[in-house]
């Protein structure tokens, strides 16, 4: 910027009170924008912690409900829920189950509190026995040819699961996975069984990432052979996550999200400047673990790193914020 002739610049004349910079402020972080994620597994009063995750347990469906209530009433709107089932096996039938876990859970919380929005995370990687987000050809990719993620049978599967969250009460759905084409074969699906006004989050650009570590215990959805690369985007790739959003926007989408969040700040400026949807981002399970193990040892103030990170998705031109630190980032906004 070039402002000639500008007078003596003092930007800190606007620094010099809590009210002024309040006042002047560009962004603002607040609770009606947290979405929290909760891990649903079967059972009455199970409350498990995860040695990865502090503060992040798997929960029965009426320890979900207790978890949720407490953390809409701090004024929370939404929670994404993630299922782990009794069973995998080979075709993810736990994903699509009239009566799975996620399914079972989202009626509950329906019916508990009302106004609570639900939104699902769409995928099979939890439900599968190998962990993979898709079907896979074959054997487990030890034999040359085989372990091969197959991309078109897998809609079907997906969009089934979109459906069946759809019937149970979601009111929203969000697919993980990153096949190619599941938007449009999730948006077919809901408008054929009859949820025409159920909208579509899809996690657009979602990188294979390293960040997702701790999820991958809480879930038990780390994959038994190979890795997600064949289908998550490659770190590397900024352009081509613009033509993954545009994708799913073409497809139907009406959120798209960024994920992980903090170091993928540029994707999600590009992506809400480019498109401007409602963007969400997805603070993940190893940006939480990083904050709470350095908070633990006393490295950092847990509360205002917690916030300025949030402030910075917000700033980058994130709508929504899905973050493990929901509950207490309400708290601390509160007071
Ligand atoms: C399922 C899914 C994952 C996450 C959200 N949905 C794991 C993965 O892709 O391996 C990660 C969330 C987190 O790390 O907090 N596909």
Same mark, same amino acid.
């Given at each position: 910027?070039?402002?000639?002739?500008?007078?003596?610049?003092?930007?800190?004349?606007?620094?010099? *009170?809590?009210?002024?910079?309040?006042?002047?402020?560009?962004?603002?972080l607040d609770i009606s924008q947290l979405v929290l994620?909760?891990?649903?597994?079967?059972?009455?009063?199970?409350?498990?912690? $995860?040695?990865?995750?502090?503060?992040?347990?798997?929960?029965?469906?009426? @320890?979900?409900?207790?978890?949720? +209530?407490?953390?809409?009433?701090?004024?929370?709107?939404?929670?994404?829920?993630?299922? /782990?089932?009794?069973?995998?096996?080979?075709?993810?039938?736990?994903?699509?189950?009239?009566?799975?876990?996620?399914?079972?859970?989202?009626?509950?919380? =329906? =019916? #508990?509190?009302?106004?609570?929005?639900?939104?699902?995370?769409?995928?099979?990687? @939890?439900?599968? +026995?190998?962990?993979?987000?898709?079907?896979?050809?074959?054997?487990?990719?030890? $034999?040359?040819?085989?372990? =091969?993620?197959?991309?078109?049978?897998?809609?079907?599967?997906?969009?089934?699961?979109?459906?069946?969250?759809?019937?149970?009460?979601?009111?929203?759905?969000?697919? *993980?996975?990153?096949?190619?084409?599941?938007?449009?074969?999730?948006?077919?699906?809901?408008?054929? @069984?009859?949820?025409?006004?159920?909208?579509?989050m899809s996690y657009a650009a979602k990188f294979a990432?390293?960040?997702?570590?701790?999820?991958?215990?809480?879930?038990? *959805?780390?994959? +038994?052979?190979?890795?997600?690369? *064949?289908?998550?985007m490659d770190a590397a790739n900024a352009n081509e996550?613009?033509?993954?959003?545009?994708?799913?926007?073409? @497809?139907?989408?009406?959120?798209?999200? $960024?994920?992980?969040?903090?170091?993928?700040?540029? /994707?999600?400026?590009?992506?809400?400047? #480019?498109?401007?949807?409602?963007?969400?981002?997805?603070?993940?399970?190893? #940006?939480?673990?990083?904050?709470?193990?350095?908070?633990?040892?006393?490295?950092?103030?847990?509360?205002?790193?917690?916030?300025? +990170?949030?402030?910075?998705?917000?700033?980058?031109?994130?709508?929504?914020?899905?973050?493990?630190?929901?509950?207490?980032?309400?708290?601390?906004?509160?007071?």
């Amino acid at each position: 910027m070039n402002l000639p002739g500008f007078p003596i610049a003092r930007p800190r004349r606007l620094r010099t *009170s809590p009210a002024l910079r309040r006042l002047v402020a560009e962004t603002s972080l607040d609770i009606s924008q947290l979405v929290l994620p909760l891990f649903a597994r079967g059972g009455r009063k199970l409350r498990r912690p $995860v040695d990865a995750m502090p503060g992040v347990f798997q929960l029965s469906p009426d @320890e979900i409900v207790r978890e949720a +209530s407490a953390a809409h009433a701090l004024g929370v709107p939404a929670v994404l829920l993630f299922g /782990i089932p009794d069973k995998k096996d080979a075709r993810a039938t736990g994903a699509y189950a009239r009566n799975g876990i996620v399914q079972q859970t989202v009626r509950l919380l =329906k =019916k #508990e509190l009302p106004s609570l929005l639900v939104i699902t995370d769409v995928c099979l990687c @939890e439900y599968m +026995s190998h962990g993979h987000c898709g079907l896979i050809h074959g054997g487990n990719g030890k $034999v040359p040819g085989s372990g =091969k993620i197959l991309n078109d049978p897998t809609l079907k599967l997906l969009a089934n699961t979109a459906a069946s969250h759809a019937a149970a009460g979601a009111d929203i759905v969000a697919p *993980s996975d990153m096949m190619d084409g599941r938007v449009a074969a999730i948006r077919a699906a809901l408008d054929r @069984e009859g949820f025409p006004d159920t909208p579509i989050m899809s996690y657009a650009a979602k990188f294979a990432s390293a960040f997702y570590g701790p999820f991958r215990e809480v879930a038990e *959805s780390a994959p +038994s052979f190979g890795d997600r690369r *064949s289908y998550q985007m490659d770190a590397a790739n900024a352009n081509e996550a613009l033509r993954e959003v545009a994708l799913d926007i073409q @497809e139907g989408a009406d959120i798209v999200m $960024v994920k992980p969040a903090l170091a993928y700040l540029d /994707i999600i400026q590009r992506v809400k400047a #480019e498109f401007g949807l409602p963007t969400a981002a997805y603070a993940v399970s190893g #940006e939480h673990a990083m904050i709470k193990a350095a908070a633990a040892n006393g490295w950092i103030d847990e509360r205002c790193v917690t916030l300025e +990170s949030l402030l910075a998705m917000r700033r980058a031109g994130a709508d929504i914020l899905i973050t493990y630190a929901a509950v207490d980032a309400a708290r601390w906004l509160k007071e």
